[in-house]
């Protein structure tokens, strides 16, 4: 029997369908019949696809204007 | 990253043509990865100026040294691992402990206990409006630990294999996956308090 120790150790390899067909069928038999464990796999499965892909704010204009003339200041110097 | 976003964008292309002398192509990769290496960047410091260095740098060193990019990565897998270097050296700067590292040793199994087991309402996420949303996900991902923080960004947000994540970060891949589950397990807390169906606080008292 897996306990829920076992299951959590699994749980990012099984949520990222990483294990093969046999550990699969264990974890899934462990969570039809514990309900905690259940609750943190679709907890856990919803957190990363709430994140996934979150769009980074767009860099601040005067962070991005600085950075523009470093660069072509250091192209410029290649150049030469 | 959207699918507009991913529009017209090609990375290899772009790369060969920068490293060919065209300046304007390698100003294109800046601007694709900008946003996303500032965000790792004010990840890993906790300090908007260093930030903007780590940023700086990170693209200054990238152009410096384009001949030594091996096409085997990729390009942002690459830049990455340069950002990340720059940013522990301000760290270890700041700190008088030069010991930071991403490598630090953190307890074993401890703190993959979970307190808080509630199941979520409904798409819980549609309570709040996109700038709560986006702030409960930022103030979530801040209080995680840094290593914690930046495995999680490279391989839940930016979407990296777990390899990729590795060799950006300069970790081994049990290392990467041992804490992406505990940061995964602490995200899942957090979001929690916020996403839990009205009424099984309930339970918390018996
Ligand atoms: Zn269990």
Partial sequence: ?80 | MTASSQAGFDETTLVTQARGGDNRAFAELVKHYEAKIFRLAQHITQNREDAEDVLQETFLKAYEHLDQFQGNSKFYTWIVRIAVNQALMKLRRRRTDKSVSLDETIDTGEDTVTREVAAWGEDPEQQFTREELGQILDASIQSLAPTYRSVFLLRDVDDLSTEETAEALGLSVPAVKSRLLRARLQLREKLTRYFKRKGDDTFAYL
């Fill in chain 1, 1 to 80: 029997m897996l306990t829920c120790k076992d299951f959590l150790a699994e749980l990012s390899d099984y949520l990222d369908e990483r294990i093969d067909a046999e550990l699969r069928a264990k974890l899934e038999r462990h969570i039809t019949e514990c309900p905690n464990c259940w609750v943190i796999a679709d907890t856990t499965r919803k957190t990363i696809q709430i994140y996934k892909g979150m769009d980074p704010y767009p860099i601040p204009s005067e962070v991005e204007t600085r950075l523009m003339l470093a660069l072509e200041k250091r192209m410029a110097a290649k150049q030469k």
